[in-house]
């Protein structure tokens, strides 16, 4: 799909979004249109969930295949039956704990929602987000919004307004700019169709939190192959990717630093531009190298490393680098939602070093 609209952008105070900004953006999406919009976690691609063809235009926005269903937003926790067949009971508890906020819950989906919404399944995917401008937009707009996050399929999720505008100039109708989103990744997808809880995908809310009201939670470990067809839902190895080639180094800090030297001045030995991914505090390891490096943050704060994590990898595709050496920082909290989407940008290509 070309460009064929004429997208319009809308500066909105993060904290108070002003009252007509947000009418026109819910006449939008009240006539069919598309818009993004910021949300805590990400910046999303919003169409009014229970038109169809509306919800095509966001598919034909993004390239997204049709098999990769769409979460549904919701302006209120008690407007939760409109989209979902049934409400057990832990997913009121749920409800009542982590909305308005980044955990999504996967429940049998209610007749109403279109299947296009779903990808043809009969589960629904479905949160009430936390983000002023995101309540403020669905309350105004009446109806639920089905929104993924507003990049071209496969991409970075953006995280501030120009990098929405970077992916999807011509392809929607207006974006409201709200400054850069504060968590930074996307949502914890948490199914309830299985016993127990299934995260289907980490994000926002972290394993932990979830466990601590839940008790037992699994999570969904994929065998990421790049040759999977039609996989789960979100669960597609290749993801979230930057377009330089990413590798993951897992291990002990000090053996993964030593391994990442040699493996960047061997690509380097081949003519190959290398670019890391590294905490604030291993950037003294590597200062002797000439590698373009980027500091995702400290260790010790993974949540400011998941609010900056988009960001750094797209400054490591806007560098030009061929090959991208991240450093694994562990998966206590979001570090868990930092390494999945580490995992997939890698497409699977994950070295463990002893
Ligand atoms: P995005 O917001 O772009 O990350 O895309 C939405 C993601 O939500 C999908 O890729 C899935 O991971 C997840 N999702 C949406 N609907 C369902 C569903 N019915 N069952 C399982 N996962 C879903
Ligand atoms: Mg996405």
Known sequence: MAGTKITAILRVDPQQPEAAVIARAAAVLRAGGLVAFPTETVYGLGANALDSAAVQGIFAAKERPAYDPLIVHLGQVAELLQVAATCPPVAETLAARFWPGSLTLVLPKHARVPAVVTAGGETVAVRVPQHPVALALIRAAGVPVAAPSANRFGRLSPTCAADVLAELDGRVDLILDAGPTPVGVESTVLSLVTEPPTILRPGGVSREALIEVLGPVALLEQPVTAEQIAPAPGTLAQHYAPRARLVLYQGE???????????????????????????????????????????????????QVARQLFATLRQLDEAGVAVILARDLGAQGIGLAIRDRLTRAAGGHVIQVA
């Open 253 to 303: 800090r000090r053996a993964v630093l030593a391994t990442m030297r040699e493996d960047a001045l061997a690509l380097q030995a081949q003519g190959v531009r290398v670019g890391l991914w590294l905490a604030d505090e291993d950037l003294p390891e590597v200062a002797a190298l000439d590698v373009f490096t980027v500091a995702a943050g400290p260790a010790a704060d993974l949540e």
